[in-house]
């Protein structure tokens, strides 16, 4: 069965990096991409990024651009998100889901449990 | 802030039925599919309907959705208690090359 398992809970200072991982399983790791979106405390969803992990394409929200890297390893089916440069405002549960590289397929159908970012 | 609005928040009675809307441009919501989402804060979110109006197995036919332009819509049809949540369009942008989120509506159930 498909699952997403992610990282476990984070505690970072301001200015730290910090690493998130999605490990996924139960279907062809090429063959879908992995989106990750995040809620802080308070506030609404947000798109974070979304990897193509064929070919390890990745777009990033513009709040994000020069401080996010994904990648993605078929190795292990994991795609890893980084995030450097952490401010108060990272603070928040993100998420990974898998969607449909097809327009008109399911999207966004499986997603991780979510991973804890604290930034204090 | 998004370049798609959709209103704070709707309410309904038990068996009401209540819809979302969700204004975007023709550079999202116009000419890309949309998503709704449904979301219980803590909790991984659900999305109740893919590319514009297709119910992924499992959901209710309660929930049904449209788009005319750059206008898309959710529909709740008899509305349930387990209905109450946040809920959010979500498509991509062609001019911001990104995926971009609606900012979302809190459905209360009366």
């Known amino acids: 069965q498909v699952q997403l398992v992610q990282s476990g809970a984070e505690v970072k200072k301001p200015g730290a990096s910090v690493t998130l991982s999605c490990k996924t399983s139960g279907y062809t790791f090429t063959q879908y991409y992995v989106q990750w979106l995040r809620q802080a405390p308070g506030q609404g969803l947000e798109w974070v990024a979304i990897?193509?992990?064929?070919?390890?394409?990745?777009t990033f929200a513009r709040r994000f651009r020069d401080r996010a890297t994904l990648t993605a390893d078929a190795s292990t089916s994991t795609v890893y998100l980084d995030l450097t440069n952490l401010k108060f405002d990272d603070a928040a549960i993100y998420y990974c889901?898998?969607?449909?590289?097809?327009?008109?397929?399911?999207?966004?159908?499986?997603w991780g449990q979510g991973s804890l970012l604290t930034v204090s | 802030q998004s370049s798609v609005t959709q209103p704070p928040s709707v309410s309904g009675t038990p068996g009401q039925r209540v819809t979302i809307s969700c204004s975007g441009r023709t550079s999202n919501v116009g000419e890309n599919a949309v998503n709704w989402f449904q979301h219980l804060p803590g909790t991984a979110p659900k999305v109740v309907i893919y590319a514009d109006d297709r119910r992924p197995s499992g959901v209710p036919d309660r929930f049904s959705g449209s788009k005319s332009g750059t206008s898309a819509s959710l529909a709740i049809n008899g509305l349930r208690s387990e209905d109450e949540a946040d809920y959010y369009c979500g498509t991509w942008d062609d001019r911001r090359l990104g995926f971009v989120l609606g900012t979302g509506t809190k459905v209360t159930v009366l």
């Open positions: 990897i193509n992990p064929k070919d390890g394409d990745a």
């Open positions: 889901a898998r969607d449909s590289v097809a327009p008109h397929n399911p999207a966004f159908d499986y």
